[in-house]
């Protein structure tokens, strides 16, 4: 089934979640690694693969919010307490918004630099901020922090689906409850 129902989560749905999943957690590694490396034109073509991966993880959550609007995933397990769902709730919302502002933080800072953003190698993306070394300081400095945070509520979300037993994972994983699981909230 490529669309959610209320019981279980679609083939699409768990792709574009597990995809993200990857590429958020090995652009969290890299971006590190490339903050921290000193710039030359040795390593330079390492930032033109960050950008790539950033609008490409960009367009990804654009793409998982538009299809959340044409097939809304199922609801938290009934197991699950009323605490718990807002918790989780918030935190879903915290992570869409970051994995938006995260590479739209990224973007703006490297158009402020006044060096052409290009991704994939030739696609050069239009200027969304004027050159100007007070944008780029603090866009940077933005980006940088809303990463962490980010790590932060990557590291809360894993916690979360780790700490439940009542086949929330495997819903998202497989797409099925087990047998002696309780069918999620209407």
């Not at 921290?36 to 793409?63: C, E, P, Y």
């Not at 197991?79 to 590479?103: C, D, E, I, S």
Request: proline residues 6%; without cysteine.
């Amino acid at each position: 089934m490529i669309g959610n129902d209320p019981d279980r989560f679609g083939l699409l749905t768990r792709l574009i979640h597990w995809i993200t999943a990857l590429l958020v957690i090995g652009m969290l590694g890299f971006g590190t690694y490339i903050a921290r490396m000193q710039v030359d034109m040795s390593n330079f073509h390492l930032f033109g693969w960050h950008k790539t991966i950033g609008i490409g993880l960009l367009a990804l959550i654009v793409l998982r919010i538009l299809w959340h609007r044409l097939s809304p995933p199922p609801q938290p397990m009934a197991t699950v307490p009323g605490w718990q769902r807002r918790f989780a709730k918030g935190a879903h919302m915290a992570l869409y918004g970051l994995l938006l502002a995260v590479p739209l933080t990224g973007w703006i800072a490297s158009a402020a630099t006044g060096i052409d953003v290009v991704i994939f190698g030739t696609v050069t993306l239009p200027r969304i901020a004027p050159v100007s070394q007070a944008w780029e300081t603090g866009f940077f400095a933005a980006h940088g922090a809303l990463t962490k945070l980010l790590a932060a509520v990557v590291l809360l979300h894993i916690a979360g689906a780790l700490h439940r037993s009542d086949g929330t994972l495997r819903r998202m994983v497989s797409g099925k409850t087990g047998p002696n699981e309780k069918r999620p909230l209407d």
